[in-house]
């Protein structure tokens, strides 16, 4: 999994990169759209995470992400 601060729904916040297949990245987006019991929204059926975001959308809210403009493309990843 690949940590990513980026710049979606007006605000920066952390998505978790989970995989990628057919042009899109399988993401777990903690601030996506929330069902009736308050738990976010898995629009990508069987696909890791809870949604797909396509890889042009990804890199420009990725490079969005940071800290009054430092530290552009901002990930953090596990061993």
Do not use: C
Request: charge should be negative; charged fraction near 20%.
């Amino acid at each position: 999994p690949l940590i990513l601060l980026v710049y979606l729904y007006g605000y920066q916040h952390y998505i978790t990169v989970l995989g990628y297949k057919d042009g899109a990245f399988n993401v777990y987006d903690p601030v996506f759209a929330r069902g009736e019991e308050g738990m976010t929204i898995d629009d990508n059926a069987e696909e890791p995470g809870n949604r797909n975001i396509a890889a042009d959308e990804l890199l420009a809210s990725w490079s969005q992400g940071g800290v009054a403009g430092f530290y552009r493309w901002y990930a953090l990843t596990g061993m």
